[in-house]
């Protein structure tokens, strides 16, 4: 660990700067959308429109670095994000603000994709586990720690999205002064996606679900935190519960799912998943049962995204999991688009009204859990002794994480359990 926090420590700190201001800016919208008069299901709108510029970005980013370098791509998106993010206060109008999270989703699926590539070329093959682990630990730590920076500024006012914009603008100085050299860059031909549903259904169509699931809860949550009329305080710490059960519950499953059938573990996670979102859903004016439910909805969640992938492994060659990340990652970009503008229209007064943020998870969660189900009878499982070892992943990460993530295992498979 020490190896990789001596070769990577500028890139780590780079990069929990700019999950700090993505956190920020995210809860931000929730709250000024409400002090500006949007409707929830123009906040929807808004909030999806960030998945939208996310899924092009990866797609688009593995280009732009072979055109013109890292470090440019790097420091454009980054001095983008950092502008978008003082545009919102001077331009509250529903269609800027669309705009704006389409560039920003954008921005940060390149920056995402330039810095995982990164951080492979500073790990090798005895540290890419760890320094993954560590990537993504910082990278949930920076959305929790924005959820305390809420209370720093008047969200009606411009201080605390000039402070999510600043702390996106230092971000990159560590990283391009103390980065060498900058990595060759070489992207995967995507499997195509009749080929990896052929491959694993429930992979695939767990990934799809998930997406609106994440989104909703990265993208709503403090939506339905104004909406029901939570202080700053308290929207700040429901929406970093999220992702605190996310860092605590994310190492138990990994280990469960390497010593039962994966497809098992999938069903109860997703059953208690769904059931900590009826939780809220019916419990949510007592807010300790509201933190409950987010702990239980964030721990299961962003683990069942690690439990997908390794499940869908298990089905392909070694060779074959560098081209099926990409399409697992587009499957779940999909989900995500969809997610906030089903779940704005469900918690419309016309319908479920605030408590329809947790329906929709619910109803996401427990489809998960009735499709592995199905799944269970369809074929037999995979002997656990052939089944590889979790890629400990969130879904933050571009194609590049996952493609990393999957080396790791398999490095981890090879040398055998002493090593993990």
Known sequence: MLQVLSSAW????????????????????????EIEGFSTFEMSLVMSAYFVGFLGGSRMAPEMIRRVGH????????????AVMIMYPALPDTYAWMLGRVIIGFCFSGVYVTAESWLNNAADNSNRGKAL?????????????????????DPGGYEAFIIASILVSISFGPILLSISPTPAFD??????????????????????????????QFGMSAVYAAKVGLSLTQLSIFIATFYVGALFVQYPLGWLSDRMDRRVLILFVALIGGGGAMLGAIMGEQYELLLLAA??????????????????????????????????????????????VTTGWMMSDGVFGPPGFFIFIAALMFATAAYAA???????????EETGSVAYMY???????????????HEANQTGPESQ
Do not use: H
């Open 187 to 216: 992207s995967t031909k995507p499997m195509s996606l009749k080929a990896l549903m052929k491959t694993s259904p429930l992979g695939c169509v767990g990934m799809l679900l998930l997406g609106g699931v994440f989104s909703a």
């Open 395 to 409: 879904p933050t990460a571009s194609p590049v994480a996952v493609e990393l993530a999957q080396e790791a295992a």
């Open 10 to 33: 500028a890139l780590l700190l780079g990069i929990g700067l700019l999950m700090v201001g993505n956190g920020l800016q995210g809860t931000l919208l929730g709250v000024r959308g």
């Open 295 to 340: 702990l239980i909805i964030g721990g299961l969640s962003n683990p069942l995204y690690s439990l997908l992938i390794a499940y869908t492994n298990d089905y392909l060659d070694y060779d074959d999991m560098p081209a099926a990340s990409g399409g697992l990652v587009f499957i779940n970009g999909l989900g995500a688009i969809a997610g906030p």
């Open 374 to 384: 199905y799944r269970a009878t369809q074929r037999a499982s995979t002997p656990i």
């Open 71 to 82: 470090v440019r791509v790097f420091a454009a998106l980054a001095s983008f994000i950092s």
């Open 133 to 153: 682990s560590l990537y993504m630990i910082v990278q949930v730590t920076g959305i929790i720690v924005a959820q305390g920076l809420i209370q720093v500024g």
